[in-house]
């Protein structure tokens, strides 16, 4: 048989006497695109840290092409030619894509720096071989999110690379955008590059990837041919259970004979929302369905104050509310958990308690001070509800794994009880697993009376959660369904699809 390109052998990790990663095996072929899975802090980017020098690993052995080798530091990847695309962006985005992709080396040059030309033509050569339509000098701040991830391979491939690692690459890109990403991943596949994709989309797994391994909280599980197992078996290997029932729909009762929670009238902003009217009741879960562009987060976007209106008004709990910005609408009783999540709302360096008691200092006040106890006790409650996988309240929070840490920016807008929610695709990166107990968490809350509103591009997610989906199609609401009427997820795609 041929010799894999990567073998990890027997891999063991720990923190502070924590076991992470427990004899863990891992083998990558040439020309292959191995999909890495497990639920949220299963241990697949510290996984891959260990192979790309990040982290140490406690024990086990590393081949390449069947030679041990000994990766100490990123050094040490770079020479064993592994580049890995972090799940968090690592660009400066004031900076150009030339300047971003020759960074690192730059500085180290001993002999001087790189100059300005010589970094252009380099990068240019680089992206043209890729064939990816951007130019070297453009800021990566003006490009679109789908081209950062494609500086960030071009980055990891102006160095020679064998084994291109991409932790979750797809979870800021548009479904275009993420075409784009696929159609590339199958040229460097023909090249030969082997490929590890980790990714909590189970659908692209199918598509994109050869064969999967699955780790379950720090153990490995297993590996299969994509091509001879099927969904259901993953995901019973990820979550060591059945979860069919998870996405199943309840239908709920609610009143719409109360005046409602909130309402928009006739909101018009720029032309990407078009004179919107909705009312959200007490209890009531509204869906929000729409092709990517269709307006859908302009539109929450615009209602919370983030985009200006051009037209149009907010009632909140029967009073007209002036929102102007984000704090006109956390005034007037809104939140708003945007898409972009991953790239703003927390404080890495702060421990998770602190941020999720940040926008609720005042209510967790005794007198001048904060209240311990009582923050403690909520921190604990909210880590608990959502199943927060952390060592206690106090670790820092860029310790926790990716998906973790997203569910702490929920926790921090649910601990400020507001009286209408926004969420813009809340399960993004999170595992199969915590999307049905944020699915659950959604529910409870509209059982205690609050409205929701619910952007989601995950179908099945969308109907197991809403009593009402409204359509959207270049900017304007152009159909409204109730659940009890959507017969299956076909019949809503079809209905998306029609306009
Ligand atoms: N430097 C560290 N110190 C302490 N604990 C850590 C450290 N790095 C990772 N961990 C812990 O190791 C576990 C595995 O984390 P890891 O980031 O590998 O998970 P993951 O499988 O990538 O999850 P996700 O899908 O959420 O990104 C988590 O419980 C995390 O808190
Ligand atoms: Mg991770």
């Given at each position: 048989?041929?010799?894999?390109?990567?073998?990890?052998?027997?891999?063991?990790?720990?923190?502070?006497g924590i076991?992470?990663l427990?004899?863990?095996?891992f083998?990558?072929?040439k020309?292959?695109?191995?999909?890495?899975?497990?639920?949220?802090?299963?241990?697949?980017?510290?996984?891959?840290?260990?192979?790309t020098?990040?982290?140490?690993?406690?024990?086990?052995?590393i081949?390449?092409?069947?030679?041990?080798?000994?990766?100490k530091?990123?050094d040490?990847?770079r020479?064993?030619?592994?580049?890995?695309?972090?799940q968090?962006?690592?660009?400066?985005?004031?900076l150009?894509v030339?300047?971003?992709?020759?960074?690192?080396?730059?500085s180290?040059?001993?002999?001087?720096?790189?100059?300005?030309?010589?970094?252009?033509?380099?990068?240019?050569?680089?992206?043209s071989?890729?064939?990816?339509?951007?130019?070297?000098?453009?800021?990566?701040?003006?490009?679109?999110?789908?081209?950062?991830?494609?500086?960030e391979?071009?980055?990891?491939?102006?160095q020679?690379?064998?084994i291109?690692?991409m932790?979750?690459?797809?979870?800021?890109?548009?479904?275009?955008?993420?075409?784009?990403?696929?159609?590339?991943?199958?040229?460097?596949?023909a090249?030969?590059?082997?490929?590890?994709?980790?990714?909590?989309r189970?659908?692209e797994?199918?598509?994109?990837?050869d064969?999967?391994?699955?780790?379950?909280?720090?153990?490995?599980v297993t590996?299969?041919?994509?091509k001879?197992t099927?969904?259901?078996?993953?995901?019973?290997h990820i979550?060591?259970?059945?979860?069919?029932?998870a996405?199943?729909?309840?239908?709920?009762?609610?009143s719409?004979?109360?005046?409602?929670?909130?309402?928009?009238?006739?909101?018009?902003?720029?032309t990407?929302?078009?004179?919107?009217?909705?009312?959200?009741?007490?209890?009531e879960?509204?869906?929000v369905?729409?092709l990517?562009?269709?307006?859908?987060?302009?539109?929450v976007r615009?209602?919370?104050?983030?985009?200006p209106?051009?037209s149009?008004d907010?009632i909140?709990?029967?009073?007209?509310?002036?929102?102007?910005?984000?704090?006109?609408?956390?005034k007037?009783?809104?939140?708003l958990?945007?898409?972009d999540?991953?790239?703003?709302?927390?404080?890495?360096?702060?421990s998770?308690?602190?941020?999720?008691?940040?926008?609720?200092l005042?209510?967790?006040?005794?007198?001048?001070?904060?209240?311990?106890?009582k923050?403690?006790?909520?921190?604990?409650?909210?880590v608990?509800k959502?199943n927060?996988?952390?060592?206690?309240?106090?670790?820092?929070?860029?310790?926790?794994?990716?998906?973790?840490?997203?569910?702490?920016?929920?926790a921090?807008w649910?601990?400020?009880?507001?009286?209408?929610l926004?969420?813009?695709?809340?399960t993004?990166g999170?595992?199969?697993?915590?999307k049905?107990?944020?699915?659950?968490?959604?529910?409870?809350?509209a059982d205690?009376?609050?409205?929701?509103?619910?952007?989601?591009s995950?179908?099945p997610?969308?109907?197991?959660?809403?009593d009402r989906?409204?359509?959207?199609h270049?900017?304007?609401?152009?159909?409204?369904?109730?659940?009890?009427?959507?017969?299956?997820?076909e019949e809503?795609?079809?209905?998306i699809?029609?306009?």
């Amino acid at each position: 048989m041929e010799q894999p390109m990567l073998l990890m052998k027997n891999i063991s990790k720990s923190f502070n006497g924590i076991t992470v990663l427990d004899s863990v095996n891992f083998s990558v072929n040439k020309g292959e695109v191995h999909a890495l899975m497990g639920g949220n802090g299963a241990g697949k980017s510290t996984l891959m840290k260990i192979l790309t020098g990040v982290y140490t690993a406690d024990e086990g052995e590393i081949f390449i092409e069947g030679k041990e080798v000994s990766i100490k530091n990123p050094d040490d990847a770079r020479k064993n030619y592994i580049s890995m695309i972090f799940q968090e962006f690592s660009l400066i985005p004031t900076l150009t894509v030339a300047q971003n992709i020759f960074l690192t080396r730059e500085s180290k040059t001993s002999l001087g720096l790189l100059n300005d030309k010589e970094c252009t033509a380099k990068t240019e050569q680089l992206l043209s071989e890729l064939g990816v339509d951007i130019h070297p000098d453009d800021i990566v701040e003006h490009l679109g999110v789908g081209y950062w991830q494609m500086t960030e391979i071009a980055k990891a491939l102006s160095q020679e690379t064998k084994i291109l690692i991409m932790d979750e690459p797809t979870s800021s890109l548009t479904n275009k955008e993420t075409e784009v990403l696929f159609f590339f991943i199958n040229q460097l596949k023909a090249k030969g590059y082997s490929i590890i994709y980790i990714s909590h989309r189970m659908d692209e797994i199918f598509q994109i990837c050869d064969r999967v391994t699955i780790l379950r909280d720090g153990k490995y599980v297993t590996t299969e041919n994509c091509k001879d197992t099927n969904l259901e078996t993953v995901i019973q290997h990820i979550v060591g259970s059945d979860l069919n029932k998870a996405f199943e729909w309840k239908e709920r009762s609610y009143s719409t004979d109360v005046p409602p929670v909130l309402e928009v009238k006739n909101l018009s902003s720029g032309t990407r929302v078009q004179n919107i009217d909705l009312k959200l009741f007490p209890g009531e879960i509204v869906g929000v369905a729409g092709l990517m562009g269709s307006g859908r987060s302009e539109m929450v976007r615009s209602i919370f104050g983030i985009d200006p209106k051009d037209s149009g008004d907010i009632i909140v709990d029967g009073k007209k509310r002036n929102i102007q910005n984000a704090t006109d609408a956390v005034k007037a009783g809104l939140a708003l958990i945007p898409e972009d999540r991953r790239m703003q709302g927390l404080v890495l360096d702060h421990s998770v308690k602190e941020n999720i008691i940040l926008p609720i200092l005042s209510k967790v006040k005794k007198g001048l001070f904060l209240d311990e106890n009582k923050a403690d006790k909520m921190a604990n409650e909210l880590v608990q509800k959502l199943n927060i996988k952390t060592d206690d309240i106090f670790k820092t929070t860029k310790l926790l794994s990716g998906g973790n840490q997203q569910k702490i920016v929920l926790a921090k807008w649910l601990a400020n009880d507001p009286a209408v929610l926004i969420l813009d695709e809340p399960t993004i990166g999170v595992d199969i697993g915590a999307k049905t107990e944020i699915i659950d968490v959604v529910r409870e809350l509209a059982d205690s009376g609050k409205a929701i509103l619910v952007i989601s591009s995950e179908l099945p997610e969308l109907l197991a959660l809403s009593d009402r989906v409204i359509i959207m199609h270049e900017g304007r609401i152009v159909k409204e369904l109730k659940r009890r009427e959507i017969n299956s997820e076909e019949e809503l795609e079809h209905a998306i699809q029609g306009y």
